[in-house]
């Protein structure tokens, strides 16, 4: 599958992966940053998100051999890989996977562990949206506020919504696939997974997915991790605190 992407700015290769329910656009802005440090960066859409192709089967070996399918015909190597979230799962999986094709991994608020599915009334939100009635952004933010209080998370996901034709409104994920899948996204990374190059993990501080209970797992998959908090955040820790995430994010890199 040919993932789409958005490449930023010349240099060494910077890939970033984006979590569930999101897109690489969501990364623009630090993109452009990164790029500015003397980077190419990637903002990539993972599979049945954003601009990327659609199809049933969706989990972390799947969306791993997509990047290895983008990589490759990039022609890249020596990739700095940051993720999100879910896209920190499928660059965890990468990178102990293939870790000849990255040389520093960077995986923002998410451990290694097993996720319970916490996704549903998200889910749930975004499949009630009826486009056969709402016409514009707002009604279709009043119609999720039903289901999701958070300002901001509904903001988030309404960045999936586009015009698939004219007066005619739609949703760019692939919904029926994310929903039919969505236990995958919690899934643990296989025990015997492995990457012994340059790691840093970074959690918000107010965020409850990097325990300090998962510190250990993190090291006996990521032996050479670093563990940052950056402050003032949550779980959307890169858009919550943009300055700290990025300037932990070049100190490490650099």
């Known amino acids: 599958m040919q993932l789409h992407s958005n490449i930023i700015g010349s240099g060494s290769p910077f890939i970033i992966l984006h979590g569930f329910l999101g897109m690489g656009d969501n990364w623009k802005t630090l993109g452009k940053k990164f790029s500015d440090e003397g980077y190419e960066v990637h903002l990539v859409d993972q599979r049945n998100h954003g601009r990327s192709p659609h199809a049933d089967a969706f989990d972390y070996e799947i969306l791993t051999e997509d990047l290895k399918e983008y990589i490759t ?3 890249l190597s020596e990739v700095v890989l940051l993720g999100h979230s879910m896209g ?8 102990s996977k293939y870790p000849e094709l990255v040389s520093k991994l960077i995986v923002a608020d998410i451990s ?6 916490h996704h549903d009334t998200i889910l749930e939100g975004l499949s009630q949206l009826d486009f056969s009635v709402i016409s514009n952004r707002g009604e279709a933010d009043e119609a999720l506020s039903r289901y ?9 996901l309404l960045k999936n919504l586009y015009w698939k034709e004219k007066g005619q409104l739609a949703l760019r994920l692939n919904l029926e696939a994310l929903k039919a899948n969505v236990g995958e996204v919690g899934e643990a990374l296989p025990v015997h997974a492995k990457f012994e190059k340059d790691t840093l993990f970074l959690r918000g501080d ?7 209970q998962d510190e250990a797992l993190i090291k006996a998959h990521f032996p050479k991790a670093q563990i940052e908090t950056v402050s003032n955040a ?3 820790l890169h858009a919550e605190n943009p300055k700290e995430f990025f300037d932990d994010v070049v100190n490490f890199v650099g």
């Open 206 to 212: 107010r965020s409850e997915y990097i325990s300090l």
């Open 148 to 156: 999701i209080t958070d300002f901001g998370i509904r903001q988030f």
């Open 112 to 117: 290694p562990r097993f996720y319970p599915v």
């Open 234 to 236: 949550g779980h959307w």
């Open 88 to 95: 920190g799962k499928t660059a965890m999986m990468f990178a």
């Open 73 to 75: 015909s990039h022609h």
